[in-house]
């Protein structure tokens, strides 16, 4: 059985990721974000559609970029 390693939730089974790899500076995490979002509207067909998942954690900071990018259009 592996080890659970993160946070849990009051009312769920879900675990966050909590692992080396996973855990950037706030500057390091947006700039990632922004290039990753820059390369996907790159490859998306014009009106292309895309589905982001995340929660309250990062959804903002996406939409932002998102905004600030001119993808949302």
């Excluded at 947006?30 to 589905?51: D, H, K, M, Y």
Aim: charge should be negative; glycine fraction near 6%; proline fraction near 3%.
């Amino acid at each position: 059985m592996s080890k659970t390693n993160g946070l849990g939730w009051a009312f769920s089974s879900h675990v966050t990721m909590s692992e080396d790899w996973d855990i950037y500076p706030r500057a390091k995490y947006l700039e990632f974000c922004e290039a990753w979002l820059t390369q996907l509207s790159r490859v998306v067909r014009p009106n292309g559609n895309i589905f982001i998942f995340g929660s309250f954690h990062n959804m903002y900071d996406l939409g932002h970029i998102i905004h600030n990018l001119d993808l949302s259009t």
